[in-house]
T-cell receptor, first 112, second 113 residues
Framework: KQEVTQIPAALSVPEGENLVLNCSFT??????LQWFRQDPGKGLTSLLLIQSSQREQTSGRLNASLDKSSGRSTLYIAASQPGDSATYLC???????????FGTGTRLKVLA | DVKVTQSSRYLVKRTGEKVFLECVQD?????MFWYRQDPGLGLRLIYFSYDVKMKEKGDIPEGYSVSREKKERFSLILESASTNQTSMYLC????????????FGPGTRLTVT
């Protein structure tokens, strides 16, 4: 059974710092992995989607990498800003299933 | 831009009431999902649908049912609301040609008193 873990659960960094968020999964037979951002009381906003055949995806200051063999993905945020403060979740979709398994998220606070 | 909308942002209902939560997407997506999100438990899948009138149970379907009569609309029904169904409910959609990228609605915060 697929399990997705995000460590740490919470992180505080000063503005301008580059940071890495981690996502681990137990079953490497995934179809894709998606990173989301969630602001308090709101829905999830898709940030990056990495297909199983890809190694990384980039959007602006965000870069997500995928290493299926080790069951890991990282989300790199460059030059963090207070507006980046949110909870970041990763989700994996298995091959041959419609279902996504979510991590419990990392709550990020960027201090001005 | 893909848009997923949910009928209410906040809802307060009494124990025993029948509750309808509606979700509409405007991009002709085949797949639609209902999740609930609770502190410490993350997102849990209640039901999903991969086509009109097709549905499958997720991980926590007890106390819920769903309806998908049209491709763009997926409704979650709480047959007899209970206080343990107080939660944030999130709807999502996805489609194969988009690599199954999921798009979420804004969520409905349901309180059952």
């Amino acid at each position: 059974k697929q399990e997705v873990t995000q460590i740490p659960a919470a992180l505080s960094v000063p503005e301008g710092e580059n940071l890495v968020l981690n996502c681990s999964f137990t079953d490497s037979a995934i179809y894709n992995l998606q990173w989301f951002r969630q602001d308090p009381g709101k829905g999830l906003t898709s940030l990056l989607l990495i297909q199983s055949s890809q190694r990384e995806q980039t959007s602006g200051r965000l870069n997500a990498s995928l290493d299926k063999s080790s069951g890991r993905s990282t989300l790199y945020i460059a030059a963090s800003q207070p507006g980046d403060s949110a909870t970041y979740l990763c989700a994996v979709k298995g091959s041959g299933t419609y279902k996504y398994i979510f991590g419990t998220g990392t709550r990020l606070k960027v201090l001005a | 831009d893909v848009k997923v909308t949910q009928s209410s942002r906040y809802l307060v209902k009494r124990t025993g009431e029948k509750v309808f939560l509606e979700c509409v997407q405007d991009m002709d997506h085949e797949n639609m999902f209902w999740y609930r999100q609770d502190p410490g438990l993350g997102l849990r899948l209640i039901y999903f649908s991969y086509d009109v009138k097709m549905k499958e149970k997720g991980d926590i379907p007890e106390g819920y049912s769903v309806s998908r009569e049209k491709k763009e609309r997926f409704s979650l029904i709480l047959e007899s609301a209970s206080t343990n169904q107080t939660s944030m409910y999130l709807c999502a959609s996805s489609f194969p040609t988009g690599g199954y990228e999921q798009y979420f609605g804004p969520g409905t915060r349901l309180t059952v008193t």
